[in-house]
Nanobody, 122 residues
């Protein structure tokens, strides 16, 4: 069973930082496009950031551009989301996703993690 496992969520004050990690159980995922999404209470899930399999291309939602950075370490089969200058409106469950095809602007993904909660207090 293919698994994506997120970690690194928690409670942080506004202006603070967190780094999320997402580890894949299958070695093949190192060649997959990876993305981060989030879902706040009462809202639909929204795209946050994506990275190509080699890490050379990234894509961000306007709401996080300049504050969040997506990266990956294929040797560790892990993708990261560094979140700086956090705002209360960033509060959500954050999900990582993976897909073997498509460009970073494609927001359709085949595989999903279970999510990790990020709460930003004001």
């Amino acid at each position: 069973q293919v698994q994506l496992v997120e970690s690194g969520g928690g409670l942080v004050q506004a202006g603070g930082s967190l780094r999320l990690s997402c580890a894949a159980s299958e070695r093949a995922f190192s060649s997959y496009r990876k993305g981060w999404f989030r879902q706040a209470p009462g809202k639909e899930r929204e795209f946050v950031a994506a990275i190509s399999w080699g890490g050379g291309n990234t894509y961000y939602a306007d709401s996080v551009k300049g504050r969040f950075t997506i990266s990956r370490d294929n040797a560790k089969n892990t993708v990261y989301l560094q979140m700086n200058s956090l705002k209360p409106e960033d509060t959500a469950v954050y999900y990582c996703a993976a897909d073997p095809m498509g460009s970073v602007t494609n927001t359709r993904y085949a595989y999903w993690g279970q999510g990790t909660q990020v709460t930003v207090s004001s």
